[in-house]
């Protein structure tokens, strides 16, 4: 069986709120090392790849590989229920055909619990590459966010192009063009504000902005979120959780002329 | 024009 129990609701509550414009269906893969999850969006453009590594959960059990098929509506439904503070307990039988969630405050006694209905999904899993990335940014989520909502109201895409000097997003539409430029910049009294380039040699990307600003409702997760990039190659968003936990988002470019 | 690529081109089927 499963059992793996969290301190805090809010942490699946936002995962769940970042991922479910992107993907509605899914599996949430449970082995003794976590729970995963991997699905890709229906136009096949974006993948999300979720972990929250068993060391997460206090305590966390689960005895046999399990597959939850979960519709992450009705997931979101049952979790508006729980309050942010509340200690969220997923509990699964080895062959589910519900996922078992209560929810509990301590301070006034109550006890929540819900049967959520599983869903047989047949779901391709793709192979992950490790890639040593040509750029690798760091940047306050909030910033990240703030720039791919304001030249989405330019426009479709964005070219992301960094250097040693820094990491500018650019973008040209019907009314105009825009631009931002983010140089390296360390707040030893704020490191969640730094701005890190890591740089191997520079990259030139282009990425349509719809699915960036779906990623940034990621941005409550953490203060800070990694941009790892390689020509001719998918973005990869990170936002990376306690625990080594992390919620990861790909992109794959747009290519042409 | 640039033309959306799509994501499971680069990552290999499992």
């Given at each position: ?10 942490l699946?509550?936002k ?11 899914c599996?949430?893969?449970c ?7 991997q699905a ?6 974006a ?10 959960f206090?305590?966390y059990r689960c ?7 979960v519709?992450?509506t ?7 229920a729980?309050q ?5 307990t997923?509990?699964a039988?080895?062959?589910p055909d ?16 819900y049967d959520?209905?599983?869903?047989d999904?047949?779901?391709e899993?793709l192979?992950i590459?490790d890639t ?12 990240f ?7 989405m ?13 820094g990491i500018?997003?650019?973008c ?8 931002v430029?983010?140089?390296?910049n ?14 191997t040699?520079?990259v030139?990307?282009t ?5 960036l ?22 973005l990869l ?5 306690a625990g ?14 | ?10 990552f290999?089927?499992?």
């Amino acid at each position: 069986m499963l059992e793996a129990r969290l301190e805090q609701a809010d942490l699946l509550k936002k995962v769940v709120d970042a991922i479910k414009d992107l993907v509605q269906d899914c599996n949430f893969d449970c082995n003794d090392s976590g729970v995963a999850l991997q699905a890709m969006d229906n136009s096949h453009v974006a993948l999300v790849s979720m972990m929250l590594k068993a060391e997460s959960f206090s305590p966390y059990r689960c005895d046999r590989n399990v597959a939850l098929g979960v519709n992450l509506t009705s997931l979101t439904k049952v979790l508006r229920a729980a309050q942010n503070e509340d200690i969220l307990t997923l509990k699964a039988e080895d062959a589910p055909d519900v996922l078992n969630l209560v929810f509990e405050n301590t301070d006034s006694d109550r006890l929540s619990e819900y049967d959520l209905k599983l869903m047989d999904i047949d779901q391709e899993h793709l192979g992950i590459p490790d890639t040593e990335y040509a750029a690798t940014i760091s940047l306050p989520s909030v910033e990240f966010r703030r720039i791919c909502v304001d030249l989405m109201a330019l426009s479709e895409s964005v070219s992301i192009e960094t250097s040693k000097d820094g990491i500018k997003f650019s973008c040209a539409g019907d009314i105009g063009n825009g631009a931002v430029t983010l140089r390296p910049n360390t707040n030893v009294e704020k490191p969640d504000q730094n701005v890190e380039i890591e740089l191997t040699e520079p990259v030139a990307l282009t990425f349509s902005l719809k699915y960036l600003v779906n990623f940034c409702k990621a941005a409550g997760l953490s203060k800070t979120v990694k941009l790892c990039l390689s020509n001719e190659v998918p973005l990869l968003v990170e936002y990376a959780l306690a625990g080594s936990s992390y919620l990861r988002f790909y992109l794959a470019p747009k290519i042409g002329d | 024009a640039k033309t959306q690529q799509s994501i499971s081109s680069f990552f290999t089927k499992k």
